[in-house]
């Protein structure tokens, strides 16, 4: 099995440069996201590659159908997923949670130009809590029905309703966007405070480190403690969100512009 470095920063690399290659493409942006982008990957975790990818400009010449995305799977547990620009720009326009998460990932692979940066300075124009919302608590919703209402669990699994559970209580306590990594969203959001708050978040920081040590495919018995707390905060949610209004987006202007220049810059027009 190949080290972690080699795979960082030889196989990824080497597996982007041959995707721009094949597809005439440029590269924007790559990162990972995942375990490893939320800081407990263990030994075995897969590599989830996300990119942005924009084409030669005669490629938007065209009133034609295109395939806006790019799935690739390789030796050594690498997945990598693109989407090209312009599909990219759409879904940052309706706050889409996964594009913002990329954007503020801690281990980027390729960083070409501003493009990531400029949509990062964009972002709270753009943000709508209430769809993020929206997003987190039905993956919660859908992972703990799938996942954890056996009577024996994985306990990998408690992490796919937690997180975007305290991602929910991140955007109500702060209105914008969650960190990634998922300790300082559990510090951020659990603070010590309540007794419930101090028994729950012990419970979630054991998990972590079980999970650090590659036990992702133990099954064990429910946590009692969790499973409450996770009832608890699906039924706040469905309530919660009740009140919550859609915010006013703004218009594609600023978007167009910025696909504009960098389409130019990218190719040199």
Same mark, same amino acid.
Request: glycine fraction near 2%; include cysteine.
């Given at each position: 099995?190949?080290?972690? &470095?080699? %795979?960082?920063?030889?196989?990824?690399?080497?597996?982007?440069?041959?995707?721009?290659?094949?597809?005439? %493409?440029?590269?924007?942006?790559?990162?990972?996201?995942?375990?490893?982008?939320?800081?407990?990957?263990?030994?075995?975790?897969?590599? +989830?590659?996300?990119?942005?990818?924009?084409?030669?400009?005669?490629?938007?010449?065209?009133? +034609?159908?295109?395939?806006?995305?790019?799935?690739?799977?390789?030796?050594?547990?690498? +997945?990598?997923?693109?989407?090209?620009?312009?599909?990219?720009?759409?879904?940052?326009?309706?706050?889409?949670?996964?594009?913002?998460?990329?954007?503020?990932?801690?281990? %980027?692979?390729?960083?070409?130009?501003?493009?990531?940066?400029?949509?990062?300075?964009?972002?709270?124009?753009?943000? &709508?809590?209430?769809?993020?919302?929206?997003?987190?608590?039905?993956?919660?919703?859908?992972?703990?029905?799938?996942?954890?209402?056996?009577?024996?669990?994985?306990?990998?699994?408690?992490?796919?309703?937690?997180?975007?559970?305290?991602?929910?209580?991140?955007?109500?306590?702060?209105?914008?966007?969650?960190?990634?990594?998922?300790?300082?969203?559990?510090?951020?959001?659990?603070?010590?405070?309540?007794?419930?708050?101090?028994?729950?978040?012990?419970? %979630?920081?054991?998990?972590?480190?079980?999970?650090?040590?590659?036990?992702?495919?133990?099954?064990?018995?429910? &946590?009692?403690?969790?499973?409450?707390?996770? +009832?608890?905060?699906?039924?706040?949610?469905?309530?919660?969100?009740?009140?919550?209004?859609?915010?006013?987006?703004?218009?594609?202007?600023?978007?167009?512009?910025?696909?504009?220049?960098?389409?130019?810059?990218?190719?040199?027009?």
């Amino acid at each position: 099995m190949l080290e972690n &470095n080699a %795979i960082t920063h030889t196989l990824i690399p080497e597996a982007l440069r041959h995707l721009e290659e094949k597809h005439d %493409i440029k590269i924007l942006y790559a990162v990972e996201s995942g375990s490893r982008a939320w800081g407990f990957a263990s030994a075995n975790s897969d590599w +989830d590659v996300r990119y942005l990818y924009l084409h030669k400009p005669d490629w938007y010449l065209s009133i +034609d159908e295109k395939k806006d995305s790019l799935e690739t799977f390789l030796p050594h547990d690498l +997945d990598l997923s693109g989407w090209e620009l312009r599909k990219a720009l759409n879904l940052f326009k309706k706050s889409n949670p996964a594009l913002l998460e990329w954007l503020q990932s801690p281990l %980027i692979y390729a960083e070409n130009g501003e493009t990531a940066e400029k949509l990062r300075l964009l972002t709270a124009q753009y943000f &709508n809590a209430k769809a993020c919302l929206h997003h987190y608590l039905n993956m919660a919703i859908n992972n703990y029905k799938g996942y954890l209402q056996k009577e024996q669990v994985r306990v990998k699994k408690y992490f796919y309703v937690l997180r975007p559970l305290l991602a929910c209580d991140y955007i109500r306590l702060h209105d914008g966007m969650i960190p990634v990594e998922f300790e300082t969203l559990l510090n951020q959001v659990l603070l010590n405070q309540a007794p419930l708050e101090n028994e729950v978040k012990g419970e %979630i920081e054991k998990l972590v480190v079980r999970k650090r040590a590659g036990e992702e495919l133990t099954e064990e018995s429910q &946590n009692a403690i969790l499973n409450h707390f996770i +009832d608890e905060k699906i039924e706040f949610y469905h309530q919660y969100l009740k009140k919550v209004e859609s915010p006013k987006q703004p218009d594609n202007t600023a978007l167009n512009q910025l696909f504009r220049e960098i389409l130019k810059k990218t190719w040199a027009l």
